[in-house]
């Protein structure tokens, strides 16, 4: 079947622009998580929902990030007023749930010059 | 703080080598454990995972992992490495069911053939 897809896979913009980054899990997961991966570093945990709702974004790291997800499938990760710093791969990942294995997609790169 | 330390950031070795990558984690509770491996050029795939029972698990391509929960580690081995298994590794720990995954900052293996 098919996995799990992100769209762009490479994004560059210019500091100061908004951004939206698509993710596509895999179906009938509940469970979609984004991670923001930066050169040379594991993946870093952003958000994690269940079925609509965020059951944590603790690892958002500022208000400038926002995560949807409203009929819980595809998922859309924001940007507003993007930064320098904000240049890494952003991953996607789904599940059936809590505890169980997560399935990563190609991750999005967005570049921001 | 929860956090997984991986102590070798660049390992090179000979093809039939035997491997180990370290990992440690910083938890107290109850925790779920993996290591994802990303190809060149891939997504990060699963290699195997530890949730309870056995601590002696087993995953693709003979690979293996011991969690020794008293010394907050879940080392990775292979007896005999080949050529193919040149890849970054990487640690993850999942504190409880939270879904939520803590990566290390991972492991380049480069093996010689």
């Known amino acids: 079947g098919a996995g799990v897809s992100q769209t762009p896979s490479n994004k560059v913009t210019e500091k100061g622009k908004y951004v939206e980054l698509r993710c596509d899990p895999i179906s009938g997961h509940t469970a979609l998580y984004w991670y923001r991966q930066s050169l040379g570093q594991g993946p870093e945990f952003l958000i994690y929902f269940q079925g609509t709702g965020a059951a944590d974004d603790s690892g958002l790291p500022n208000d400038r990030f926002f995560a949807v997800r409203p009929e819980g499938s595809v998922s859309t990760l924001k940007i507003q007023r993007t930064e320098r710093g904000d240049s890494a791969v952003y991953l996607c990942a789904s599940s059936d749930g809590t505890g169980n294995e997560q399935y990563f997609g190609p991750g999005t790169r967005l570049t921001v010059t | 703080a929860q956090s997984v330390s991986q102590h070798n950031h660049h390992v090179i070795l000979s093809e039939a080598a035997s491997l180990e990558l370290g990992c440690n984690y910083s938890y107290g509770g109850t925790v779920n454990l993996f290591w994802y491996v990303q190809y060149p050029g891939q997504h990060l795939q699963l290699l195997l995972k530890?949730?309870?029972?056995?601590?002696l698990v087993k995953g693709i391509k003979g690979f293996e992992a011991e969690f020794i929960k008293s010394k907050f580690s879940f080392n990775l081995r292979k007896p005999s490495v080949q050529w193919s298994d040149t890849a970054e590794y990487f640690c993850?720990?999942?504190?409880?069911?939270?879904?939520?995954?803590?990566f290390g900052q991972g492991t380049t293996l480069q093996v010689k053939p």
């Open positions: 993850a720990l999942e504190p409880g069911n939270t879904g939520k995954l803590i």
């Open positions: 530890y949730f309870s029972g056995d601590p």
